[in-house]
């Protein structure tokens, strides 16, 4: 099982990035696809999910009108489109799998996770 994120990097405020996650070595449509984030200091915080039929998302309060998570069942990639930005956003995003999750917040349902990639957010 491999959960490849990428597409992090240094953005200014107000920016934008697009990270995606590329999955393997399960049936990725049998998945519900999460990101998370955790910063410094902090814990792994739910960010955005994705149902495993495609057609159901939940996000955080925090990101809601400012991220979008996609996937795409034929690719076996699951997309976070970050726009507006914030420093605050700055952490490691992670991309994680749940098995016919509903989209639960709670990293403990969640049972395969990605290496994580960086997204820093200067002022």
């Known amino acids: 099982v491999q959960l490849q994120a990428s597409g992090g990097g240094l953005v200014q405020a107000g920016g934008s990035l697009r990270l995606s996650c590329a999955a393997s070595g399960f049936t990725f449509g049998w998945y519900t696809m999460g990101w998370f984030r955790q910063a410094p200091g902090k814990e792994r915080a739910f960010v955005a999910a994705?149902?495993?039929?495609?057609?159901?998302?939940a996000y955080a309060d925090s990101v809601k009108g400012r991220f979008t998570i996609s996937r795409d069942n034929a690719k076996n990639t699951v997309d976070l489109l970050m726009n507006s930005l914030k420093p605050e956003d700055t952490a490691v995003y992670y991309c994680?799998?749940?098995?016919?999750?509903?989209?639960?917040?709670?990293?403990?349902?969640?049972?395969?996770w990605g290496q994580g990639t960086q997204v820093t957010v200067s002022s």
């Open positions: 994680a799998a749940d098995y016919y999750g509903l989209g639960s917040r709670s990293t403990d349902e969640y049972d395969y």
């Open positions: 994705i149902r495993w039929s495609g057609g159901i998302t």
